[in-house]
């Protein structure tokens, strides 16, 4: 089975970037989806991008023109690149995969997940 191992994430001023690193081992990623979720204390996780197996990407709204999803076949690594952070995008931030997106949170392969702290 695909493991996923997530750096990246820490503090930063409001406005700034971070970049989310998801990088898979022992299989590619190549037949996955691969989703990007963030969960707020006491919320459920919830998505906000997806990439698809065809390099397809989606956006929730949240996180749409902000947010940009991609993956470096050479590394085997997947990329959430968040430019112009506000506090309220603090949260734990997840990779998942699954064969095909999927429309819940049941992805059978999870990262660790990583802390983004965003101050105004």
């Known amino acids: 089975q695909v493991q996923l191992v997530q750096s990246g994430g820490g503090s930063v001023q409001a406005g700034g970037s971070l970049r989310l690193s998801c990088e898979a081992s022992r ?3 190549h037949p996955y989806c691969i989703a990007w979720f963030r969960q707020f204390p006491g919320k459920e996780r919830e998505e906000i ?6 390099g397809h990407t ?19 690594t997947l990329y959430l690149q968040m430019d112009s952070l506000k506090p309220e995008d603090s949260a734990m931030y997840y990779c998942a995969a699954d064969r095909e997106c999927r429309f819940d949170t049941n992805y059978p392969y999870w990262g660790q997940g990583t802390q983004v702290t965003v101050s105004a």
């Open 49 to 54: 991008a997806t990439i698809e197996r065809d």
């Open 27 to 29: 299989y590619s990623i």
């Open 58 to 76: 989606n956006y929730k709204d949240p996180v749409k023109g902000r947010f940009t999803i991609s993956k470096d076949s050479a590394k085997n």
